[in-house]
């Protein structure tokens, strides 16, 4: 069956080679994947899915469907790119190897006695469309889901942080900074001291526990007290109860800081927060074995976990059911992902290949699972237990 797996997906290698650079050239953020999405599905429909769109009330979040057997096989597809620098997480490449794996699925499926999914989730980078995709139904009846991400290596067992991506607004009062500055209240001054605030807590952060953030407003005019300035903080911890800890020393430091400045201050929640990924172990194993003997060399296990890959919303799916999400490496010239210099490589001829073999690989991990008993088994009775 391995043979016709890697025949489907070689027939359509160039759809999908060309599905990777349209979406690469046409980058789009967060719930604005409108182009990405048709393009997408407009190939899955040309391959005999049945899509429905906008499923879990999100605009440019899909369905794509295949066959009718008891064990439902998802794949996620990300198709999002980031501020500025485009597709630099390679999601152009999730998305032409999720339909390259739906695809090679698609043939073996009534064999397998298994239905396809290809799961369109929007907005990764920020805003948490797999997590709304959860809430909202979208993964019940799901026996496994899988997907694969680009990177510099190969790594089978890919980990990642939970998250919490906040904002903090600093209110105070305006004055004439050199006339009257002692009846303003000095927003800025607040987010300096929460800074300083958050660089002390560094020393004593639990191992895994990581703070980075930005001053996304910082007032209008030098001649003017701000009024108000605006911080967009990501926390990011080794797992959700970590994460917990971590919020509430940052919500303190947010605290002092107006506190000492005569401010007052709001928090927000900008994306729900992203889970740490809990890849299944014999998912896990059984695609090492495939890319393995596809002539890949992933990083080994006990390596897998020492550098978490920063957060993602995959981290939720594989919280409540199997799941994996290894990355495929490419060629980047020393780059790294959320670099323009990865953003160039993830359409080059090793991105093309990353594609494929991700495609081929991801195909070949399901169909050991469904043709394993006790795996077969493993997955059903998961979802029974949902």
């Known amino acids: 069956m391995n043979a016709d797996i890697e025949a489907a997906v070689k027939s359509i290698e160039t759809d999908l080679t060309a599905l990777s650079h349209s979406i690469h050239g046409e980058p789009e953020l967060a719930f604005e994947?409108?182009?990405?999405?048709?393009?997408?599905?407009?190939?899955?429909?040309?391959?005999?899915?049945?899509?429905?769109?906008?499923?879990?009330?999100?605009?440019?979040a899909f369905e794509a469907t295949f066959g009718s057997g008891?064990?439902?096989?998802?794949?996620?597809?990300?198709?999002?790119?980031?501020?500025?620098?485009?597709?630099?997480?390679?999601?152009?490449?999730?998305?032409?190897?999720?339909?390259?794996?739906?695809?090679?699925?698609?043939?073996?499926?009534?064999?397998?006695?298994?239905?396809?999914?290809?799961?369109?989730?929007?907005?990764?980078e920020s805003g948490g469309g797999k997590i709304a995709m959860l809430e909202r139904g979208v993964f019940d009846g799901v026996a496994a889901a899988l997907m694969v991400h680009p990177g510099p290596i190969?790594?089978?067992?890919?980990?990642?942080?939970?998250?919490?991506?906040?904002?903090?607004?600093?209110?105070?009062?305006?004055?004439?900074?050199?006339?009257?500055?002692?009846?303003?209240?000095?927003?800025?001054?607040?987010?300096?001291?929460?800074?300083?605030?958050?660089?002390?807590?560094?020393?004593?952060?639990?191992?895994?526990?990581?703070?980075?953030?930005?001053?996304?407003?910082?007032?209008?005019?030098?001649?003017?007290?701000?009024?108000?300035?605006?911080?967009?903080?990501?926390?990011?911890?080794?797992?959700?109860?970590?994460?917990?800890?971590?919020?509430?020393?940052?919500?303190?430091?947010?605290a002092a800081g107006a506190l000492a400045t005569g401010c007052t201050h709001e928090t927000r929640t900008v994306s729900p927060a992203y889970a740490e990924l809990t890849p299944d172990p014999w998912l896990v194993a059984s695609y090492r074995e495939q890319i393995v003997d596809m002539g890949r060399t992933p990083l080994p296990l006990e390596g897998e976990g020492a550098r978490p890959l920063g957060s993602t919303d995959m981290g939720n799916v594989t919280n409540v059911l199997p799941g994996i999400h290894p990355v495929i490496g490419i060629d980047s010239g020393g780059a790294v992902t959320h670099q323009p210099g990865f953003a160039a490589a993830c359409i080059t001829e090793s991105a093309d290949r990353a594609v494929v073999d991700g495609a081929i690989a991801l195909a070949r991990t399901a169909v050991r699972a469904v043709t394993d008993g006790a795996q077969r088994m493993r997955l059903l009775e998961g979802v029974d237990r949902r």
């Open 33 to 60: 994947e409108f182009r990405s999405a048709a393009k997408i599905t407009e190939l899955l429909k040309s391959n005999g899915f049945d899509v429905e769109s906008g499923v879990a009330d999100l605009p440019t």
């Open 70 to 124: 008891d064990l439902v096989i998802g794949i996620c597809a990300e198709y999002d790119a980031l501020p500025e620098i485009g597709h630099a997480c390679g999601h152009n490449i999730i998305a032409a190897s999720a339909v390259g794996t739906g695809v090679a699925l698609a043939t073996v499926a009534d064999r397998l006695g298994i239905t396809v999914r290809v799961i369109g989730t929007p907005a990764e």
């Open 154 to 254: 190969d790594i089978a067992g890919a980990t990642s942080l939970a998250l919490a991506d906040i904002t903090v607004a600093f209110t105070g009062r305006e004055a004439h900074a050199s006339a009257s500055p002692e009846l303003g209240r000095n927003a800025a001054d607040a987010a300096t001291l929460t800074q300083v605030g958050i660089g002390l807590l560094r020393q004593h952060l639990s191992p895994g526990q990581q703070v980075h953030g930005i001053v996304s407003d910082g007032g209008t005019a030098p001649n003017i007290v701000p009024a108000r300035t605006e911080m967009h903080y990501y926390l990011r911890a080794e797992t959700s109860a970590a994460l917990s800890e971590l919020t509430a020393r940052a919500q303190a430091c947010f």
